[in-house]
């Protein structure tokens, strides 16, 4: 199948991306800029020049393309911003007769019949889709392996020894690794998309001192677990995504360490269930942190 992806340029659609062309899908990556497009070139992906609030630059992306992925990050500096950039995603697909979206939603959605659902991107883009009448598979990411590799966590690896984070000790996440979610479209899309938001975790729920013995066992050296205070956390995200977003996710860490017996439940999943419907293997973390122990060696 022919893929029009959406911000292939993240982390996070990145992988997916990459996992898609492995899977033997065409990839068409959606670019603002050539240079911005080079690296996909020399990947063997096709690339379409456009941005995401420009409805017409959309619609000549999707011409051709069988399916969509797509992702809107939920953290964005402007709600606005995140409506309309998934809105038109979906009218360019319908546009162009895509009847399959796999879409990346994260984060959580807000309810459709609550009073954020005006303005929520998740709520609307649901919305949209059911307008539109495009089979879709809206995949849920708990909390991204991907994020062990900021700053703030592979620093005191290299120097203290220490995984910090801000969770409590024993709160359990089904950390997921941002190319799992390639591998389940690339199974999904050639089959019929089950119109429904699903969580998408790891293979198992880890509290700190798993997830300390993972990395210790992978690194070769003794590690431990620490809760990183929400301040300190904060102000390390600020310098790197600005104080809007570093506030809003700093929100969320609060939130887990202020009540993590009534959250607890939103973090742990089965997933045996999405693995048996698209017959897919999901990555350990163990398996994670080997493929990125560069970024944590000494």
Same mark, same amino acid.
């Given at each position: 199948m022919k893929i029009l992806v959406y911000g292939a340029n993240g982390t996070q659609a990145g992988a997916a991306a990459e996992v898609l062309m492995e899977s033997g899908h065409q990839v068409r990556v959606l670019m603002r800029? *050539? $240079?911005k497009a080079r690296p996909w070139v020399s990947k063997g992906a096709e690339v379409a020049l456009g941005d995401m609030g420009d409805l017409d630059s959309l619609k000549r992306a999707s011409e051709g393309c069988d399916a969509v992925f797509l992702l809107v990050p939920t953290f964005r500096s402007s *709600? &606005? #911003?995140g409506v309309n950039f998934g809105l038109n995603a979906v009218k360019a697909a319908k546009a162009a007769g895509i009847s399959k979206i796999?879409?990346?939603?994260?984060g959580p959605i807000a309810d459709e019949n609550s009073d954020q659902a005006d303005t929520d991107p998740g709520a609307r883009i649901l919305r949209q889709l059911k307008i539109e009448g495009i089979s879709f598979?809206? /995949?849920q990411p708990t909390i991204y392996m991907e994020n062990f590799l900021a700053p703030w966590v592979t620093d005191s690896l290299r120097t203290n020894n220490v995984l910090t984070y801000p969770i409590p000790p024993n709160f359990k996440i089904q950390w997921v690794a941002a190319r799992d979610f390639g591998v389940v479209a690339a199974a999904a899309l050639t089959r019929e998309l089950p119109n429904e938001i699903v969580q998408l975790g790891g293979p198992r729920a880890l509290d700190g001192d798993q997830l300390? #013995?993972?990395f210790s066992l992978s690194l070769g050296r003794r590690l431990l677990f620490k809760t990183m205070p929400i301040e300190t956390f904060r102000n390390s995200l600020t310098s790197l995504a600005g104080p809007h977003i570093a506030e809003i996710v700093g929100g969320l860490y609060q939130a887990i360490q202020t009540a993590p &017996?009534? /959250?607890q439940p939103a973090f742990v999943l089965n997933p045996g269930s999405l693995v048996n419907r698209f017959n897919v293997t999901l990555t350990s973390? $163990? *398996?994670w942190v080997s493929l990125h122990q560069?970024?944590?060696s000494l």
């Amino acid at each position: 199948m022919k893929i029009l992806v959406y911000g292939a340029n993240g982390t996070q659609a990145g992988a997916a991306a990459e996992v898609l062309m492995e899977s033997g899908h065409q990839v068409r990556v959606l670019m603002r800029s *050539n $240079e911005k497009a080079r690296p996909w070139v020399s990947k063997g992906a096709e690339v379409a020049l456009g941005d995401m609030g420009d409805l017409d630059s959309l619609k000549r992306a999707s011409e051709g393309c069988d399916a969509v992925f797509l992702l809107v990050p939920t953290f964005r500096s402007s *709600n &606005e #911003d995140g409506v309309n950039f998934g809105l038109n995603a979906v009218k360019a697909a319908k546009a162009a007769g895509i009847s399959k979206i796999v879409w990346n939603t994260s984060g959580p959605i807000a309810d459709e019949n609550s009073d954020q659902a005006d303005t929520d991107p998740g709520a609307r883009i649901l919305r949209q889709l059911k307008i539109e009448g495009i089979s879709f598979l809206g /995949l849920q990411p708990t909390i991204y392996m991907e994020n062990f590799l900021a700053p703030w966590v592979t620093d005191s690896l290299r120097t203290n020894n220490v995984l910090t984070y801000p969770i409590p000790p024993n709160f359990k996440i089904q950390w997921v690794a941002a190319r799992d979610f390639g591998v389940v479209a690339a199974a999904a899309l050639t089959r019929e998309l089950p119109n429904e938001i699903v969580q998408l975790g790891g293979p198992r729920a880890l509290d700190g001192d798993q997830l300390a #013995d993972i990395f210790s066992l992978s690194l070769g050296r003794r590690l431990l677990f620490k809760t990183m205070p929400i301040e300190t956390f904060r102000n390390s995200l600020t310098s790197l995504a600005g104080p809007h977003i570093a506030e809003i996710v700093g929100g969320l860490y609060q939130a887990i360490q202020t009540a993590p &017996e009534q /959250l607890q439940p939103a973090f742990v999943l089965n997933p045996g269930s999405l693995v048996n419907r698209f017959n897919v293997t999901l990555t350990s973390l $163990e *398996n994670w942190v080997s493929l990125h122990q560069n970024s944590f060696s000494l």
